[in-house]
């Protein structure tokens, strides 16, 4: 496996892939610091003639940047692996993307779809029916009840709660701390207790 990405993101992703004994090949970085990540090779720009036997992860925590990557890569979505902590709990009935990551500690329950380049962040949690979209991130401690829907590009704050059968849309994001009690829609940025909408985002 090669990760696109050397900062703190890709520090996680990696010990994650070692948890799982993949092997790491090397890190790709527009703006390498040094030659090496981890012990790792780190290579200016991304090498696509390396991946021809190989899967990608891009190791970017911003949902907005990790899109522009996959978008400028151009790359299959067969190009791209998946990387999953051994201390995650993961249903035999749940489906994840590919390009997806899933923590150490986080909980995805039965018949939870999880798209494709997403991050499910330490500790954070998805139950029963839950559906997240693609380029979503779901952060540390985050507790998804049962049957929400989470639209593309959205990013649940770190701790927020949201209850059952909530919708929350795309490109919006959920404050760290929120309650979420009622639907959230597309575009915006919502935070409280309960949460409600505080402005549209562009």
């Keep these: 496996m090669y990760i696109y990405g ?41 090498r696509l003639d390396l991946l021809e036997e190989d899967r990608l992860i891009i190791a970017i925590g911003d949902i907005g940047a990790r899109q522009c990557v ?9 190009n791209f692996g998946t990387a999953v902590h051994p201390g995650a709990i993961v249903s035999k009935r749940a489906k994840i993307g590919k390009g997806t990551v899933v923590m150490q500690g986080a909980v995805t329950n039965s018949c939870t779809r999880i798209g494709v380049h997403s991050i499910v962040n330490t500790g954070a949690t998805i139950d029963h029916d839950g559906v997240i979209g693609d380029f979503c991130h ?13 639209g593309d590009c959205t990013q649940i704050g770190a701790g927020s709660v949201v209850i059952p059968g909530v919708h929350i849309g795309s490109h919006t994001l959920i404050g760290a701390g929120s ?24």
């Design 6 to 46: 050397a900062g703190g993101h890709a520090k996680v992703i990696i010990e994650i892939l070692e948890a799982q004994g993949v092997r790491v090949r090397g890190v790709f970085d527009d703006n390498p610091n040094g030659d090496q990540l981890l012990g790792y090779p780190l290579f200016k720009g991304c």
């Design 70 to 78: 996959v978008e400028r890569l151009g790359l299959s979505v067969d």
């Design 138 to 150: 779901i952060s540390p401690h985050a507790t998804l009840c049962g049957a929400v829907t989470v």
């Design 179 to 202: 309650v979420v009690v009622t639907d959230i829609p597309d575009n915006v940025l919502a935070y409280g207790n309960p949460c409600r909408i505080v402005r549209m985002r562009m």
